[in-house]
């Protein structure tokens, strides 16, 4: 059969008998019934072919979703880290501001009341 655009089937096609005698003897192959069987069978194999190739192109299709929603959530894990580390560090430097800030006032009242 005719290779068309990609790899064939997963299933190979068998030979029909048509094909078979066109292989042995070709002045068989000329009668009218014996080239519409040879053309079902093309089609046959043809759709085959399409259906075999859009199985393919899913199956990839799919495997690419599947890896970038894994990134996406590879990315959004990350965020959210950062997001929480961020707060924790502003947290952090709030009291340490508060913090000198009290020590400031302390140390301005201790001033204050030594003269």
Same mark, same amino acid.
């Given at each position: 059969p005719p290779k068309v655009g990609g790899a064939p089937p997963s299933t190979p096609v068998k030979l029909s008998s048509s094909q078979q005698r066109s292989q042995s003897d070709h002045s068989l192959n000329d009668t009218p019934s014996s080239k %519409? /069987?040879?053309? #079902? *069978? !093309? $089609?046959?194999? $043809? !759709? =085959?072919? %399409?259906?075999? /190739?859009?199985?393919? !192109? @899913? &199956? *990839?299709?799919? #495997? @690419? &979703? +599947?890896? +970038? &929603?894994?990134? $996406?959530?590879? %990315? *959004? =894990? =990350? %965020? #959210?880290? *950062?997001?929480?580390?961020? #707060?924790?560090?502003? $947290? +952090?430097l709030h009291a340490d501001v508060t913090s000198q800030v009290n020590k400031t006032r302390e140390d301005a009242l201790q001033r204050n009341q030594a003269f």
């Open positions: %519409l /069987n040879d053309t #079902r *069978e !093309k $089609i046959s194999y $043809i !759709k =085959q072919s %399409l259906h075999a /190739n859009a199985a393919k !192109k @899913k &199956m *990839e299709e799919d #495997r @690419k &979703m +599947a890896s +970038a &929603m894994d990134r $996406i959530c590879k %990315l *959004e =894990q =990350q %965020l #959210r880290d *950062e997001s929480q580390q961020h #707060r924790k560090d502003h $947290i +952090a």
